[in-house]
């Protein structure tokens, strides 16, 4: 069965910084492209960030590009969501997503092969 963790967040102060963590099991976490939405209240769902089967490459959405990295270590099946100078449109449930697919990931989260519960954060003004 696999399944997905997160776990980091929380609330934090704008301009501050919180670090997620997503743990998978019961796949071959190599073998799959992994990332992050999010969705806010009133909101759908939205692409934060994607990394590549072995980390070497990703990308983001406009509104966090240069303030997120995502990262991710396969000997720890383990993906990382570091957010940065954080503002309060931040404000989510993140969720980390597996898709045997790298592209496409910012077209919207149908699709994705597998899903974690989610992880709230807040981030004050």
């Known amino acids: 069965q696999v399944q997905l963790v997160e776990s980091g967040g929380g609330l934090v102060q704008a301009g501050g910084s919180l670090r997620l963590s997503c743990a998978a099991s019961?796949?071959?976490?190599?073998?799959?492209?992994m990332g992050w939405f999010r969705q806010a209240p009133g909101k759908e769902r939205e692409f934060v960030a994607a990394?590549?089967?072995?980390?070497?490459?990703?990308y983001y959405a406009d509104s966090v590009k240069g303030r997120f990295t995502i990262s991710r270590d396969n000997a720890k099946n383990k993906v990382y969501l570091q957010m940065n100078s954080l503002k309060p449109e931040d404000t989510a449930v993140y969720y980390c997503?597996?898709?045997?697919?790298?592209?496409?990931?910012?077209?919207?989260?149908?699709?994705?092969?597998?899903w974690g519960k989610g992880t709230l954060v807040t981030v004050s003004s």
């Open positions: 997503a597996a898709d045997a697919e790298y592209v496409g990931w910012d077209r919207g989260p149908s699709g994705m092969d597998y």
């Open positions: 019961g796949l071959t976490f190599s073998n799959y492209a």
């Open positions: 990394v590549g089967w072995i980390g070497t490459r990703s």
